[in-house]
């Protein structure tokens, strides 16, 4: 049922995007600011926690390549003792309405999860790998004073390292950020 949800948002977003983006001209008192949806930061490190029981706690950290497009890395623990993951993503923020410090963030990427066997399995410490790919869309407020930026995220990742797998498994998840700013513009 998450997934049903997470995806029409996301290629609903994509769209608003898009659809508003292009023909329209940003006045040059806005062209060089924050308030035309551009980040105000430069990297970003921090950490990320899911709400909605799915046990991941990752560090962070996000690199702008643009000023709209960033590269966000994630590493950590993920569904549960036993399991670590990292993420790599690309994200594309834009302004949310009017606000020069709220911005939406939609993006892609890939996931490498490692999971180790139990002793149950009768073969103990032993790693297996499974690659997913993702999809995001999240919400990000960035303080004012404080070189500081929270947000919220959903994530959708699907399993992409079996093809014949008639139903690929997939895994949503809801979380939330804080993340520590450096070079702030």
């Known amino acids: 049922m998450r997934s049903f949800l997470f995806v ?23 062209a060089h600011s924050s308030a035309a949806g551009r980040s105000s930061y430069k990297f970003a490190f921090g950490i990320r926690q899911a709400v909605n029981g799915d046990s991941e706690t990752s560090l962070s950290g996000k690199y702008f ?33 009017t606000s020069a410090r709220f911005r939406y963030l939609y993006g892609a990427g890939v996931s490498l999860v490692a999971i180790r066997s139990t002793r149950d399995s009768g073969v103990p410490n ?8 993702n ?21 959708l990742l699907v399993r ?4 014949t797998q008639r139903r690929r498994e997939s895994v949503a998840n809801i979380a939330l950020s804080a993340h520590y700013l450096l070079g702030r513009r």
């Open 8 to 30: 029409p948002s996301f290629l609903l977003v994509s769209w608003l995007s898009l659809t508003t983006t292009y023909g329209q001209t940003i006045p040059d008192s806005l």
């Open 65 to 97: 390549l643009t000023p709209r497009a960033a590269l966000h890395l994630t590493a950590g623990r993920v569904i549960g003792p036993g399991r670590s993951a990292v993420s790599l993503s690309y994200e594309r923020h834009h302004r949310f309405f």
């Open 126 to 133: 032993t790693w297996s790998t499974r690659l997913y790919g």
């Open 135 to 155: 999809a995001l869309l999240g919400l990000e407020y960035t303080c004012k004073s404080w070189p500081l930026a929270v947000s919220a995220d959903g994530r």
């Open 160 to 163: 992409a390292d079996e093809p």
